[in-house]
């Protein structure tokens, strides 16, 4: 039996549920164990262990260890899509060359659907680099100083009132039955045509379906690292093709 710690780790061919499936077991063969980490941030996924009732264990997580490697990730999809990267390097492999306007990046309109510690990165990294205007959405209290910084703070029920002031939305969202399918077709409909759609929170956070369907005839362009997402996405081509 493990007498100190069982570390958590995704490999690259590593599910979720190969994940949880080894944590359970490991957590019922070892009463001797004391701690459980995860090198993830979400623990959604291990939720199914119980380990609440297991009062002898600890369970931590890698929060803040993403932080700055996410809100970097966010301002580069914001200069990616601003100075038309995929037109460029469409360019660049047809060996066409055409010139293109561009877009101004400086005080972007920024919206982020969960203002935690990666959102306020996110917003600061923004700011710092773009001067860019943040519009954030919480249920989580914020300071009248903090407040005075933002061009807007509202609960989930305004983010109606958000979108059609913000040219960028990124969700930062946990996993919980409150935020399962938050963002769904009604909620892309709110989004300007133009905006740019980025989710580096819990996938199922998002209708990732609404999300393909929307992509081809409302939002602009979208970024995540949904396996389902790329996987609709490839279906759709693939018969495309067919046709």
């Known amino acids: 039996d493990y007498t100190g710690a069982f570390i958590m780790t995704m490999g690259n061919k590593m599910t979720f549920t190969d994940a949880r499936a080894i944590a359970e077991i490991v957590v019922e063969k070892s009463p001797k164990l004391r701690w459980v980490h995860t090198l993830t941030t979400g623990v959604d996924f291990l939720l199914s262990l119980k380990l609440s009732e297991a009062k002898h264990i600890t369970f931590t997580n890698a929060k803040g260890a993403y932080t700055r490697p996410l809100a970097e990730f966010v301002l580069m999809t914001v200069l990616y899509f601003a100075k038309k990267m995929p037109v460029f390097m469409k360019q660049k492999r047809e060996h066409k060359y055409e010139k293109h306007v561009t877009q101004l990046a400086h005080k972007a309109h920024v919206g982020i659907i969960g203002y935690g510690n990666v959102g306020r990165a996110v ?50 969202l946990p996993l919980t039955p409150k935020t399962k399918g938050l963002i769904n077709a009604s909620t892309f409909k709110l989004m300007k045509p133009e905006t740019i759609f980025m989710n580096i929170g819990r996938g199922p956070a998002v209708n990732e379906k609404d999300l393909i369907a929307v992509s081809y005839t409302h939002l602009r362009a979208h970024e995540t690292d949904s396996y389902l997402v790329c996987r609709l996405l490839l279906e759709k081509k693939k018969k495309k093709k067919q046709k």
Do not use: C, H, Q, W
């Not at 700011?127 to 933002?150: C, M, Q, R």
């Not at 002031?165 to 930062?172: E, P, Q, S």
């Open 123 to 172: 917003a600061k990294l923004l700011k710092d680099s773009l001067e860019a205007k943040i519009y954030a959405i919480t249920n989580d209290p914020v300071s009248e100083e903090e407040k005075a910084s933002l061009e807007f703070v509202g609960k989930t029920e305004d983010m109606d009132k958000m979108f059609p002031k913000v040219d960028y939305v990124v969700t930062i």
